[in-house]
């Protein structure tokens, strides 16, 4: 009886210390994960990142147009100029869906509202929609979609519009 009592404590210290081993192993992995710098996306083509989003005329004045592709809103103001806005809110990084009823983006996660422009209507976000560069060329609307310009505020000179020469 003696000699079992042993062997199951034998068998049980030995069943805690590979069990303490794997534990700290799993430890070392998390931490060691947590540390490391997460690999950044590299795009393989410029061509990847310039989305081609169409005739200006194509493009409503007041009008916002979501592109899935792209993960970037495009929105045509009152007055004729061009955003294109990222899909995230500056809180948190939720997706932030356009609202036509509303004529904001509404965040579902924390409520946080955007204008047309992108500007913070309704916090906790604590800036703008970040903005991605615009080219119009022959009259056709190029979202660079590789560049993304963090910005606090909504301000005119953000804006992009039709050269008319």
């Keep these: 009886m003696e000699k079992e009592t042993q062997s199951r404590r034998a068998f049980l210290n030995k069943l805690w210390t590979v069990l303490g081993i794997v534990t700290f192993a799993e430890l070392v992995a998390v931490v060691s994960g947590f540390f490391k710098p997460a690999k950044q996306e590299v795009a393989s083509d410029d061509k990847d990142m310039l989305i081609v989003a169409g005739p200006v005329d194509s493009f409503e004045p007041g009008s916002v147009q979501a592109f899935i592709r792209g993960k970037f809103y495009l929105s045509r103001l009152e007055d004729g100029g ?3 806005m990222s899909r995230h809110c500056t809180h948190l990084s939720c997706t932030v869906p356009w609202v036509e009823k509303e004529n904001r983006f509404i965040c579902p996660c924390h409520s946080s509202e955007f204008d047309i422009t992108g500007e913070v209507i309704n916090p906790p976000a604590p800036r703008a929609l970040d903005l991605h560069p615009i ?22 000179s953000q804006v992009t519009y039709v050269n008319t020469v």
């Design 82 to 84: 061009f955003l294109a």
């Design 135 to 156: 080219a119009i060329e022959n009259n056709i609307l190029k979202v660079d979609t590789g560049k993304l310009k963090k910005r606090s505020r909504f301000e005119a």
